[in-house]
């Protein structure tokens, strides 16, 4: 049986890529090339989270293909975004590109597609979160909940949309930023999310994990660059006239 929902989701982000790549060019890739760039790492990650969570949850299932291609039952979302930035970073390479640059210049086309991803929870079972007076009823619940999808959806847009506008970062900084400002979204959007148990989920997890390493490593970049700053020499400048004439000049 088709799930229409996921299908629906598909479409929507191949749309929100296109109209991205159309009217937010960037100047290392052409708009047709942008959404190439991305067919086969999006692929490929969503094949890779799958595998690992059916390695963490139930391996028997990698006997059975039909088990391993149903994607509603599990993807392990920092794995796929680790294969697929890896595979972006090689493609990159292949061609003889600036590697941080592109992934710079690529980040915030894959955070714009993440954020259709989330916000697609409408097409989806439904958008859930805590019971809220205002907000959305999921399939099958009679209970109003805030829709977090949404919310992190409108988050990942304004990160992707500052990632554009800081211009004084580096492209290292901002591959940081996009990473570390994607796990901070979705440590703090996993507080609201149904659980089961009182404890964190291993997703949640993870992303409090890679947000304190992006602190970490944003941290050591700070200090570097000011300890690079002290140790350059001080240079002063004379205007004309400020010093005595030689001696051997005057004469």
């Given at each position: 049986?088709?799930?229409?929902?996921?299908?629906?989701?598909?479409?929507?982000?191949?749309?929100?890529?296109?109209?991205?790549?159309?009217?937010?060019?960037?100047?290392?890739?052409?708009?047709d090339?942008?959404?190439?760039?991305?067919?086969?790492?999006?692929?490929t990650?969503?094949?890779?989270?799958?595998?690992?969570?059916?390695?963490?949850?139930?391996?028997?299932?990698?006997?059975?293909?039909?088990?391993?291609?149903?994607?509603?039952?599990?993807?392990?979302?920092?794995?796929?975004?680790?294969?697929?930035?890896?595979v972006?970073?090689?493609?990159?390479?292949?061609?003889?590109?600036?590697?941080?640059?592109?992934?710079?210049?690529?980040?915030?086309?894959?955070?714009?597609?993440?954020?259709?991803?989330?916000?697609?929870?409408?097409?989806?079972?439904?958008?859930?979160?805590?019971?809220?007076?205002?907000?959305l009823?999921?399939?099958?619940?009679?209970?109003?909940?805030?829709?977090?999808?949404?919310?992190?959806?409108?988050?990942?847009?304004?990160?992707?949309?500052?990632?554009?506008?800081?211009?004084?970062?580096?492209?290292?900084?901002?591959?940081?930023?996009?990473?570390g400002?994607?796990?901070?979204i979705?440590?703090?959007?996993?507080?609201?999310?149904?659980?089961?148990?009182?404890?964190?989920?291993?997703?949640?997890?993870?992303?409090?994990?890679?947000?304190?390493?992006?602190?970490?490593?944003?941290?050591a970049?700070?200090?570097?660059?000011?300890l690079?700053?002290?140790?350059?020499?001080?240079?002063?400048?004379?205007?004309?006239?400020?010093?005595?004439?030689?001696?051997?000049?005057?004469?």
């Amino acid at each position: 049986m088709l799930d229409l929902g996921l299908i629906a989701t598909g479409v929507v982000i191949w749309a929100v890529l296109a109209a991205s790549a159309r009217w937010a060019p960037t100047s290392s890739f052409r708009r047709d090339e942008i959404i190439d760039r991305l067919y086969v790492p999006a692929f490929t990650g969503l094949l890779a989270g799958r595998i690992v969570a059916v390695v963490l949850d139930d391996p028997t299932s990698l006997r059975s293909i039909r088990a391993l291609i149903v994607i509603r039952s599990g993807v392990e979302f920092w794995p796929a975004v680790a294969a697929a930035l890896a595979v972006v970073a090689w493609s990159l390479r292949r061609g003889r590109r600036d590697v941080v640059l592109g992934l710079a210049e690529l980040a915030p086309f894959l955070l714009w597609a993440y954020a259709a991803y989330e916000a697609s929870c409408v097409l989806r079972d439904g958008c859930y979160g805590p019971v809220s007076a205002f907000g959305l009823i999921p399939d099958g619940l009679q209970t109003r909940q805030l829709p977090i999808g949404l919310l992190v959806a409108l988050a990942a847009t304004a990160l992707a949309f500052a990632m554009r506008q800081l211009w004084s970062l580096t492209p290292g900084e901002k591959v940081l930023l996009a990473v570390g400002g994607l796990a901070l979204i979705r440590s703090v959007a996993a507080f609201w999310l149904p659980r089961i148990g009182s404890g964190l989920t291993r997703s949640h997890v993870e992303s409090l994990t890679i947000t304190a390493a992006v602190v970490v490593a944003a941290g050591a970049m700070l200090l570097r660059r000011y300890l690079r700053r002290r140790r350059i020499p001080t240079t002063t400048w004379d205007p004309p006239g400020s010093r005595e004439p030689s001696k051997d000049f005057i004469r």
